[in-house]
């Protein structure tokens, strides 16, 4: 396949962050705008968090249609917005950027929909969990709080783990006040367990959703290894990490025959929204994207 047609009337995007060289978004989007033929590119922006709003006027004086942001900017991408959807409110953040031709921002959380979206594709029934016991997330960080939402928004309950306690007690009580305020009802919301004792509760668990760095490749903890002996065997794990695509927590999953879903869908189907923003495609997350991007993984 050929690369992106560039010409003087590209549509350009990218992706904001420090650091930003590891981030897969340039391969993905690039690889979307070769296979539909659009006149555009998608380049990776390393910005200091001091200079995060100067690179966004920046960016929209030089024609970008939008960006993704990653870690630091999240927080400041919502500041920075001049409207943001409900669940970007709830969650408190932004990951996607739109420019608008009046010169006013548009931003949006799409973490949560990738995430969504990622379970469907591996066939998981979404009501079926809702009917069933909470979902149970380990970490308190950004995809933590877009995680919870969605499910929330899915109708499943949700009760978070942390190493930080007082860190999950702050965020369950934020999500939980947004959620009832913006659904108008009481008693939905997030509830806490002890990080020391989340894996004797797995038999009452439907969902396992690991949001931390534990067992990324050159994260803190590569060689992690929670126990999930405890388990009912209708529990389906995920773990966003998708550096190695087979986590520890997966690998423990798939030895007590329990089904798994990697990161690497949440990944690519966030990206599906912003790319329809800044480049008017739908983009489809198929067996050849997949290929391309754990091609450009293993490089």
Same mark, same amino acid.
């Given at each position: 396949?050929?690369?992106?047609?560039?010409?003087?009337?590209?549509?350009? $995007? /990218?992706?904001?962050?420090?650091?930003?060289?590891?981030?897969?978004?340039?391969?993905?989007?690039?690889?979307?705008?070769?296979?539909?033929?659009?006149?555009?590119?998608?380049?990776?922006?390393?910005?200091?968090?001091?200079?995060?709003?100067?690179?966004?006027?920046?960016?929209? $004086?030089? /024609?970008?249609?939008?960006?993704?942001?990653?870690?630091?900017?999240?927080? %400041?991408?919502?500041?920075?917005?001049?409207?943001?959807?409900?669940?970007?409110?709830?969650?408190?953040?932004?990951?996607?950027?739109?420019?608008?031709?009046?010169?006013?921002?548009?931003?949006?959380?799409?973490?949560?929909?990738?995430?969504?979206?990622?379970?469907?594709?591996?066939?998981?029934?979404?009501?079926?969990?809702? %009917?069933?016991?909470?979902?149970?997330?380990?970490?308190?960080?950004?995809?933590?709080?877009?995680? %919870?939402?969605?499910?929330?928004?899915? /109708?499943?309950?949700?009760?978070?783990?942390?190493?930080?306690?007082?860190?999950?007690?702050?965020?369950?009580?934020?999500?939980?006040? $947004?959620?009832?305020?913006?659904?108008?009802?009481?008693?939905?919301?997030?509830?806490?367990?002890?990080?020391?004792?989340?894996?004797?509760?797995?038999?009452?668990?439907?969902?396992?959703?690991?949001?931390?760095?534990?067992?990324?490749?050159?994260?803190?903890?590569?060689?992690?290894?929670?126990?999930?002996?405890?388990?009912?065997?209708?529990?389906?794990?995920?773990?966003?990490?998708?550096?190695?695509?087979?986590?520890?927590?997966?690998?423990? $999953?798939?030895?007590?025959?329990?089904?798994?879903?990697?990161?690497?869908?949440?990944?690519?189907?966030?990206?599906?929204? /912003?790319?329809?923003?800044?480049?008017?495609?739908?983009?489809?997350?198929?067996?050849?994207?997949?290929?391309?991007?754990?091609?450009?993984?293993?490089?």
């Amino acid at each position: 396949m050929n690369g992106p047609r560039i010409t003087g009337k590209a549509r350009l $995007a /990218g992706v904001i962050g420090q650091p930003v060289s590891h981030s897969l978004s340039p391969v993905l989007h690039n690889y979307w705008l070769a296979r539909h033929g659009i006149d555009g590119a998608y380049v990776p922006l390393c910005v200091a968090p001091e200079a995060f709003d100067t690179a966004i006027r920046g960016l929209q $004086a030089a /024609g970008f249609r939008g960006a993704n942001v990653t870690i630091p900017h999240k927080e %400041a991408a919502f500041a920075i917005a001049d409207e943001v959807n409900p669940m970007a409110r709830i969650a408190g953040s932004v990951n996607t950027l739109v420019f608008r031709e009046d010169g006013t921002i548009q931003g949006t959380s799409t973490d949560g929909f990738g995430y969504i979206a990622s379970l469907q594709a591996e066939g998981v029934v979404l009501p079926a969990l809702a %009917a069933r016991e909470p979902a149970l997330l380990l970490g308190a960080g950004g995809a933590a709080r877009s995680i %919870a939402v969605s499910l929330l928004e899915q /109708g499943i309950a949700v009760r978070l783990a942390n190493r930080t306690a007082a860190r999950a007690a702050e965020l369950a009580a934020s999500i939980t006040a $947004a959620w009832t305020k913006h659904a108008g009802q009481s008693g939905a919301g997030v509830s806490v367990c002890s990080w020391d004792s989340w894996e004797e509760e797995l038999r009452d668990i439907s969902l396992l959703v690991n949001t931390t760095s534990l067992g990324m490749a050159g994260g803190p903890n590569p060689a992690w290894k929670p126990d999930l002996s405890r388990a009912g065997s209708d529990l389906v794990v995920s773990d966003i990490v998708y550096v190695p695509r087979e986590t520890p927590l997966l690998r423990s $999953a798939a030895a007590h025959g329990l089904r798994t879903v990697g990161g690497l869908g949440m990944l690519l189907h966030q990206a599906r929204p /912003g790319f329809r923003a800044w480049f008017g495609a739908d983009a489809e997350v198929d067996e050849a994207t997949v290929r391309h991007v754990l091609a450009a993984l293993h490089r």
